[in-house]
């Protein structure tokens, strides 16, 4: 498995970071998690090289916020590929009609494309597990303003954003390689907050379920778009000191080392 982040930071697309977008290639599929503005990033050279051979391209959506779907067209006209799949969350996860808030997105004035005329395919994710390409895909409900989803492949990975921690989701992350988990305000930030502590997950509540968690590896996403370089490193850097576990930064367009998940 690899993993390119490709948008790393939440909300907004700022200081040099694409909002919310991960691109995970396993030798016979490849998955989008989220298409936040940094899907924007396939069309740069040094990643199209990563998805030659791809032909098609199954899209995990968290949920429906613009930060995550900003880049569905952005993907959808890389040309290598022949057909992209949005696999985007229902009832009982999230009250939404996708088909119907895709197609506007997909027709005039916003785009000269109708989703009619496109290659798109929209799967309506309604349950706790689907077998996707091949893989064995496990999606959960998480607390956020509309509802959004943690979703979870093979042991490869799982991918938890835009929700506050839940400890009751513990379960859903067990004998896992990599977790990827949304570290939004930093402890003092956070302490000042009580509006975006009860919509985000914040360094304190992560630093304790990571801890809990005990995933071989850990990366934080969705980040606070807010902070420079130097803050960033130093909440991460606490992160691993407080929760025991090795934490990746991630980086834009380089791929995180892989320890081989299945
Ligand atoms: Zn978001
Ligand atoms: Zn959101």
Not at 146 to 167: C, F, H, K, P, Q
């Amino acid at each position: 498995m690899k993993l390119i982040p490709l948008g790393i930071s939440g909300y907004l697309p700022i200081n040099g970071r694409h909002s919310s977008c991960f691109l995970v290639l396993f030798d016979d599929a490849a998955f989008l998690l989220d298409a936040g503005t940094g899907a924007a990033r396939m069309h740069e050279p040094a990643i199209r090289e990563h998805l030659e051979g791809v032909r098609e391209l199954h899209v995990l959506l968290s949920h429906y916020h613009v930060d995550h779907t900003a880049g569905l067209y952005y993907a959808f006209t890389v040309r290598s590929i022949e057909r992209m799949v949005i696999h985007a969350p229902v009832c009982p996860f999230i009250q939404a009609d996708p088909e119907e808030a895709i197609r506007r997105y997909f027709s005039p004035p916003l785009n000269s494309y109708t989703l009619d005329t496109t290659q798109l395919v929209i799967e309506p994710v309604n349950g706790p597990e689907k077998t996707i390409a091949g893989h064995t895909v496990r999606f959960w409900a998480q607390k956020h303003p509309g509802g959004s989803v943690g979703i979870r492949i093979d042991n490869a990975l799982a991918y938890v954003t835009d929700t506050v921690v839940m400890e009751e989701n513990a379960g859903h992350l067990q004998d896992l390689d990599l977790l990827m988990h949304e570290l939004w305000l930093n402890e003092e930030d956070a302490a000042k907050d009580e509006h975006e502590n009860n919509r985000h997950a914040c360094f304190g509540p992560v630093a304790a379920f990571v801890a809990k968690v005990k995933p071989a590896r850990m990366m934080p996403v969705h980040l606070y778009p807010g902070y420079d370089d130097a803050a960033l490193s130093a909440m991460i850097g606490e992160l691993e000191r407080r929760s025991g576990v090795p934490v990746i930064m991630p980086q834009e367009g380089v791929p995180a080392a892989s320890a081989g998940g299945s």
